[in-house]
T-cell receptor, first 115, second 113 residues
Framework: DGGITQSPKYLFRKEGQNVTLSCEQN?????MYWYRQDPGQGLRLIYY???????QKGDIAEGYSVSREKKESFPLTVTSAQKNPTAFYLC??????????????FGSGTQLSVL | GENVEQHPSTLSVQEGDSAVIKCTYS??????FPWYKQELGKRPQLIID?????GEKKDQRIAVTLNKTAKHFSLHITETQPEDSAVYFC????????????FGTGTRLLVSP
């Protein structure tokens, strides 16, 4: 069963703590993305990766970090520098990143809350 | 950079009525405009998209129109059904290089039986 999997579904962060959200895909997609979804604000791009071992900042990268050591995996770390981390986080992938626009496949999301 | 505005934020219709959601964009170089549907508690899914070389695209009960001059595009849903109830997001991007979609703020559509 192919798809994109995010875990955990719910995550709680204590003040000063870093937390990592997992995103795995078995679609053999080159590009992967992290979006943040806040009520009334749509989806905002945090980071994206077009290929293994390469990633770029999106529009709201401050307080976040990522890695892309494997094609299948694109974990997002929410650091203590992110002062307002409570949001719904969506991971997505697409077949290729360049030349043409293509359909995004989304994961089911992780709801992060601050304790 | 690109900015996408979406209206209305909420839309309530009776089953069988039509629904229209409108978006405007700021970057005249944008040429790809997808629409995503997010049902409650589920992941967003692409329902239709349009490129700037066409003015309209239809897929059964849904259609998207694009006015490049005015820089706006719209989603039209005819004969609405309760299962159309969801949040709809429009987006825009350039096709050159990386696909960096900029999303609208979403429209919550409620279709009442």
């Amino acid at each position: 069963d192919g798809g994109i999997t995010q875990s955990p579904k719910y995550l709680f962060r204590k003040e000063g703590q870093n937390v990592t959200l997992s995103c795995e895909q078995n679609l053999n997609h080159d590009a992967m993305y992290w979006y943040r979804q806040d009520p009334g604000q749509g989806l905002r791009l945090i980071y994206y990766s077009q290929i293994v071992n390469d990633f770029q900042k999106g529009d709201i990268a401050e307080g976040y970090s990522v890695s892309r050591e494997k094609k299948e995996s694109f974990p997002l770390t929410v650091t203590s520098a992110q002062k307002n981390p409570t949001a719904f986080y969506l991971c997505a992938s697409s077949i290729r990143s360049a030349a043409t626009n293509e359909k995004l496949f989304f994961g089911s999301g992780t709801q992060l809350s601050v304790l | 950079g690109e900015n996408v505005e979406q209206h209305p934020s909420t839309l309530s219709v009776q089953e069988g009525d039509s629904a229209v959601i409108k978006c405007t964009y700021s970057d005249s170089a944008s040429n790809y405009f997808p629409w995503y549907k997010q049902e409650l508690g589920k992941r967003p899914q692409l329902i239709i998209d349009i490129r700037s070389n066409v003015g309209e695209k239809k897929d059964q009960r849904i259609a998207v129109t694009l006015n490049k001059t005015a820089k706006h595009f719209s989603l039209h849903i005819t004969e609405t059904q309760p299962e159309d109830s969801a949040v709809y997001f429009c987006a825009a991007s350039r096709s050159t290089g990386f696909q960096k979609l900029v999303f609208g703020t979403g429209t919550r559509l409620l279709v009442s039986p």
